[in-house]
């Protein structure tokens, strides 16, 4: 990755726009950013940090200190940078949120903030040539690129996408933070696991040993599960089996519990073969039994059959009976609808004319009654509606009204608008008059104004003199709150000098008492030394000491002997005190250190003092402050009264304008209003209004339409009336021809009789006889009460239609049924029938018999079939649990030796688990490439090791320890020098620096900043790092060194400069 440009505004100390050309500072590889303390040189890498990643470099920093304290409040911050990475070539800006006042007042009258959120815009440059292009983009339009996100989100993802780099990664590799590499160096296993955690993103490994974890859990109740399941599969086919040979009960169970499945299957046929013979056996007898019951049921049924047909016979004979005894009301009812169907179109041609006949004399009359009521008002138009041509001149007479009404409608829209048209002239002459004394109001007004603008000139001026020296000011309150931070922080120190000279008289006593214990433990055991010898010594054995095999007084233990591992023990024990003694001391010197560093930036000064100090301070740059506010107010509202008088005079200019033009446009009015009236006098023609006579033409047409209108309408009453008497003619000669009709071929009384059967209990009848009316006779309406005393109402119509309905079911019964299969052969008799009953319950008694076999045989057949049904699929049960505790037992053996090993329980390992291996792997990849470099710092004097458990660790693996070549000693971090902590600190981060981009798939990082430390190293060390630093810069790297150490300025030519105003902001400048 490589930086090419960054534009800051508002950001940190710096208020106004600063801009750095990384490419031109890096012509030589290599580059300083220098400036006092406090100046800002972190800021301009919190920025980089802060456009990549949308926040500040330092894990412990706050994001709050982008956004300048010096900027103005209505004005934006932003980052631009623009970088360069193996995906190609970008430019990100970036705007952090802030709160800027309302542009509008609240509702109460307070000037409230607004939140601006957070921005982000990303960009794609095709070619290193739109660099200047993007460069002259202030504005951030993007102009010429392009835009790749407009989201936080998306543009963070994509520009990790890019870079390749999470933010831990980012600054532990390509900028360091002030003392970040060093508490690197210095921290706890704990602390340097988290962080190589963080870099490396190893928290997949302590996913996976998690997740291995559970799969063991899960297999062993996998295990359980088809154990159980097992159990209750196989005590679901000793049920099922029903079996009752106990010896071969406990051998299946013997075989499920000691896992003996090749004996276990052999069992569970030979029980299944046993049910599915006994089950074959039982169904043969069913099915013998069966048959015996079909052929003594298919007797019975034959039986069956020829009762019912007697049955049925009887019954049809019944239903002739009966049909031949309603033939002559059928054949009435039959009559009298037929006379109904032909009356009823005749009636409804009679009731349409009565209607139309009625509707004529009512137009008629309404006709006449018009003319009588306009006669007096309008004699013209009823003569013409008496006269031989009524609806022709009637219809010109309309025409002519409307149009002579319809020429008077504008002049009518003219007149009612001439009154507001009068009052919108007399209102606008008076506001005429009132702009011109407004006008001449305006003119005093600006008049006065100058006088007042020399009054707040000498005000700001004044304030101006009052707020001189802020900067010192600010300087001074600094200054003082850092002394009594520092007061403040060596009283809190003393008391923990006090504590650790405690804990280290405690620890010496105890050392001292471990000691003592120990050369008394010591001289108890070499006081017994020769009893412990003879212990255990038999007769004829050679004596260690003597050699004799005579052993007359042995020696014997006293009673304050003790053994070896006693001894060691209380060793152990002096070793433990010594090693916690040595830490207090240092941990007593580290706190004594501290505490005198303190009291010398304190400057000496007590708490009270320095807070005294610091209230004296603050109250200073308080007021120089509140001075200059009021400057900036004065200033401030001398810009609004300027900016008033140029508002003033546009306004005085255009309201002159106003004026004469609507001078000129009241002229123009008046003179319109003047011809319109005499238009409206000459259009009324003697009536009161133009309105009065348009409603007179309109009124004449109205009352000729209306006389026109009724003689149309009586005309055609009386035309449809004569069509609906005509229609009733036709109506009646249709019936009757309805009428010759039905007296043809066919029976118009009884259509359904002629299909029946021929009965012989049904007597037959004359063809006259049936029918009451002869047809010839059905459509003789003399007149129109005969048509309607031939209607029939809805209820008689639907009775005697029912009527006939239920004759012709009937009917249609009779001839099917006698057409059904043996009815017509039926003997209908009482013996016959007789007979064939005894008969059917005889076979129906052999029936039941055969049925209660069957029913016997059945039973026990299913019985025996469910037994064998349900003992092989409890067979198969088994089976199934069978495969699966075998498939379960050998998955669960893998997932067991996979978590064992990876969780550090494995007896075939070094019980180490995965996520600590994959970090102490990698640590110690960063060892040796920070080794590569420490060598050329230190002049091979130092060297990096692992600790491998030395100091209690051998759970991760992860500490630190330095040997000095020198003395070929082991060192703690703690016990290096500030320089030799810097180198050291310089090489680890740099080691991994390489690891980390070999980890990114070989990422070059062709930026690197390295912050602060040089003024730790002697001359010569200093020469050593800035020669290696400089070889790096030999490989195509940038590198820029942080720092305020003035020795550095003399050896790096291609500089930043950093430097606070005396006003508070800081201010940035490049020399390449």
Request: net charge negative.
């Amino acid at each position: 990755m490589k930086l090419h440009h960054l534009r800051l505004r508002g950001i940190g100390p710096f208020r106004d726009e600063v801009q750095i050309d990384f490419t031109a500072l890096g012509a030589s590889g290599m580059f300083l950013l220098e400036g006092p303390t406090g100046s800002g040189k972190s800021t301009v890498l919190d920025a980089i940090v802060y456009a990549l990643y949308g926040s500040v470099a330092g894990d412990g920093a706050s994001g709050d200190r982008i956004r300048s304290q010096f900027a103005d409040p209505r004005t934006q911050s932003l980052i631009d940078l623009i970088f360069e990475t193996s995906h190609g070539l970008y430019r990100v800006l970036r705007t952090p949120e802030y709160f800027r006042p309302r542009k509008r007042r609240s509702a109460s009258g307070s000037d409230t903030l607004v939140k601006e959120q957070a921005k982000a815009l990303l960009w794609r440059l095709g070619s290193p040539d739109l660099i200047t292009e993007a460069l002259e983009d202030t504005a951030g339009q993007g102009a010429g690129l392009t835009p790749i996100a407009s989201r936080l989100d998306e543009v963070g993802r994509e520009i990790a996408r890019a870079v390749g780099l999470s933010r831990a990664q980012f600054t532990q590799t390509v900028l360091l933070p002030q003392n970040e590499f060093a508490r690197f160096l210095r921290a706890r296993t704990g602390e340097r696991q988290g962080v190589l955690q963080r870099v490396f993103g190893t928290e997949i490994y302590e996913d996976i040993e998690k997740q291995l974890e559970q799969m063991r859990r899960d297999a062993a109740k996998q295990v359980d599960a088809a154990t159980a399941a097992l159990d209750r599969a196989l005590a679901g086919f000793l049920e099922a089996c029903a079996l009752e040979d106990e010896q071969m009960r406990a051998a299946l169970e013997g075989h499920a519990e000691h896992r003996r499945f090749d004996e276990l299957t052999d069992c569970l046929q030979q029980v299944s073969d046993q049910a599915t013979a006994a089950s074959e056996e039982a169904a043969a007898r069913s099915q013998a039994a069966r048959a015996r019951e079909t052929e003594a049921r298919a007797t019975a049924d034959s039986a069956a059959i020829r009762l019912q047909r007697i049955d049925r016979r009887r019954e049809l004979d019944q239903l002739a009976a009966r049909l031949a005894a309603q033939a002559k009301d059928a054949a009435s009812a039959r009559t009298r609808l037929d006379r109904d169907r032909l009356a009823q179109p005749i009636a409804g041609a009679i009731s349409r004319r009565d209607q139309a006949r009625r509707i004529q004399a009512d137009r008629e009359k309404a006709r006449l009654a018009q003319l009588e009521r306009h006669r007096e008002s309008h004699p013209e138009l009823v003569e013409l509606a008496e006269g031989a041509h009524p609806l022709e001149d009637l219809a010109d007479a309309v025409e002519e009204a409307t149009s002579r009404a319809g020429a008077l409608t504008a002049l009518v829209e003219l007149e009612q608008g001439l009154p507001d048209r009068e009052e919108a002239l007399a209102t606008r002459r008076a506001a005429l008059e009132e702009e011109r004394t407004a006008l001449a109001e305006l003119d005093q007004q600006i008049a006065a104004r100058p006088e007042a603008r020399s009054r707040l000139v000498t005000e700001r001026d004044t304030a101006r003199q009052g707020a001189e020296g802020l900067a010192d000011a600010r300087t001074a309150a600094t200054e003082a709150a850092r002394r009594l931070e520092q007061a403040r922080t060596a009283t809190r120190l003393a008391a923990d000098v006090t504590a650790a000279e405690t804990a280290a008289a405690t620890a010496r006593e105890a050392a001292d008492r471990a000691a003592t214990h120990e050369a008394e433990q010591r001289r108890r055991r070499n006081a017994g030394l020769a009893a412990e010898l003879a212990y255990g010594l038999a007769e004829g054995d050679p004596c260690p000491v003597c050699g004799a095999t005579a052993h007359p007084e042995p020696a014997e233990t006293g009673a304050d002997h003790v053994d070896a591992e006693t001894v060691e023990t209380a060793e152990e024990e002096r070793r433990v005190a010594d090693a916690a003694h040595q830490s207090a001391r240092e941990r007593l010197t580290l706190a004594r250190s501290k505490h005198e560093q303190a009291l010398e930036l304190a400057g000496g000064l007590s708490v009270e003092d320095a807070e005294t100090a610091q209230h004296e301070a603050a109250a200073a740059v308080e007021a120089i402050t509140a001075q200059q506010a009021e400057a900036t107010r004065l200033e401030k509202i001398l810009e609004e009264h300027d900016e008033h008088d140029r508002t003033l005079s546009a306004r005085r200019q255009k309201q002159a304008v106003a004026i004469e033009g609507e001078t000129s446009a009241l002229t123009a009015l008046a003179t319109a209003l003047e011809e319109d009236q005499q238009r409206l006098t000459a259009a009324r023609a003697g009536a009161a209004t133009v309105a009065a006579q348009r409603r007179a033409h309109t009124e004449r047409a109205r009352i000729g339409r209306e006389l026109r209108e009724a003689h149309v309408s009586a005309d055609q009453a009386a035309t449809r009336a004569a069509e609906l008497a005509a229609e009733v003619d036709q109506a009646t000669a249709r019936a009757r021809e309805l009428a010759a009709e039905l007296a043809g071929p066919a029976d118009l009384a009884e259509p359904t009789d002629a299909a029946e059967p021929t009965d012989p209990a049904e007597p037959t009848e004359p063809a006259g006889a049936a029918d009451p009316a002869a047809p010839a006779d059905l459509a003789d309406f003399a007149d129109d009460e005969a048509v309607r005393d031939a209607l029939l109402g809805d209820r008689d119509r639907a009775d005697l239609e029912a009527q006939l309905s239920r004759r012709a079911t009937d009917q249609a019964r009779h001839a099917d049924g006698m057409a059904e299969e043996g009815i017509a052969e039926a003997d209908p008799s009482e013996a016959a029938r007789t007979a064939a009953a005894d008969a059917l319950e005889t076979l129906r008694a052999a029936v039941g018999q055969a049925q209660s076999a069957t029913t016997a045989a059945d039973q026990q057949a299913g019985r025996l079939a469910a037994t064998a049904q349900a003992t092989t699929a409890a067979r198969e049960r088994v089976d199934t649990a069978v495969a699966q505790l075998t498939a379960v037992g050998e998955d669960a053996g893998a997932v067991v030796r996979v978590a064992d090993l990876a969780t550090g329980r494995s007896a075939d390992g070094d019980r180490i688990q995965l996520s600590t291996y994959v970090l102490m792997r990698r640590f110690e990849d960063v060892i040796d490439a920070a080794n590569s470099r420490l060598s050329q710092f230190s002049g091979s004097t130092l060297e990096l090791i692992r600790d491998t458990g030395a100091r209690g660790v051998r759970k991760t693996g992860l500490d630190l320890q330095i040997i000095d070549h020198r003395t070929d000693e082991s060192r703690l971090p703690e016990t290096l020098s500030g320089g030799e902590t810097f180198i050291v600190s310089l090489a680890l981060a740099l080691g991994l620096a390489d690891i980390v981009t070999g980890e990114a798939g070989g990422m070059q990082m062709e930026t690197l900043f390295i912050d602060e430390g040089f003024g730790s190293l002697d001359p010569e060390a200093l020469d050593r790092v800035v020669a290696e630093i400089g070889k790096l810069a030999d490989h195509g790297r940038t590198i820029g060194v942080v720092s305020h150490v003035g020795e550095m300025k003399s050896r790096i030519a291609e500089q930043i400069h950093v430097r606070r105003t005396p006003a508070g902001p800081s201010t940035l400048s490049v020399s390449a």
